[in-house]
């Protein structure tokens, strides 16, 4: 079977539950997530999580610290938001993420010009929905699965259909000849080369 690569990202945490079921579930099928982490959701409880994570070879990312409506802020607010996620995830893994999911993924010229990361979007399931199941969740997911795609869940906490959806979706991409990479990974494993300017939902968006 021809090997393919895809990418399962969560956002939102971290948190003491939802992020420690998800990651239950990525240990139990020897897999690797990447988290965009919400700097005011890191904590001295929460960051044990995340800190779990990392040990366990998944990637921490950036999402913002107070999750805003980007576009309509200033630059050095802006800014601001990035740089405190950054320092965040700095204390947790020793080196600046790579990669940042802009909130909402409200992205406009100004973001793309100084937030020195790349911007990652990825393939949603409208996940964040409480009313939709983990059935749907499931559905949506494979609908879009494909190599080198980008995987936008979210491990907020309480999102209990998310990690039911987990338990379905991971090994049926699995036995569909899925590695599950993380996203620095996946562009590796890919052969791309990540640009400035471009919101990833694969790898190969230009």
Not at 117 to 133: Q, R
Request: hydrophobic residues 40%.
């Amino acid at each position: 079977m021809e090997k393919k690569y895809i990418a399962l990202t969560f956002d939102d945490g971290p948190n003491t539950t939802t992020t420690s079921e998800v990651l239950d579930i990525l240990e139990k099928y020897h897999v690797k997530g990447s988290f965009f982490l919400v700097g005011d959701e890191i904590n001295e409880e929460s960051i044990k999580q995340a800190k779990r994570a990392f040990d366990m070879g998944c990637e921490i990312n950036n999402h913002s610290k107070t999750h805003p409506a980007m576009p309509e802020m200033s630059k050095d607010e802006i800014l601001a938001e990035v740089e405190f996620t950054n320092q965040k995830i700095i204390g947790i893994t020793g080196k600046a993420p790579l990669f940042f999911r802009p909130p909402y993924i409200a992205v406009n010229d100004l973001m793309l010009d100084i937030i020195p990361l790349t911007f990652i979007a990825g393939y949603g399931c409208s996940d964040w929905l409480p009313e939709v199941s983990a059935e749907e969740r499931y559905k949506k997911v494979m609908e879009q699965a494909d190599n080198g795609a980008i995987i936008l869940l979210h491990d907020a906490k309480g999102n209990d259909n998310t990690v039911a959806a987990l338990e379905m979706i991971i090994p049926d991409l699995i036995s569909q000849g899925y590695d599950l990479v993380t996203v620095s990974d996946l562009f590796r494993l890919c052969g791309c080369e990540p640009k400035k300017g471009v919101v990833y939902s694969s790898v190969f968006d230009r």
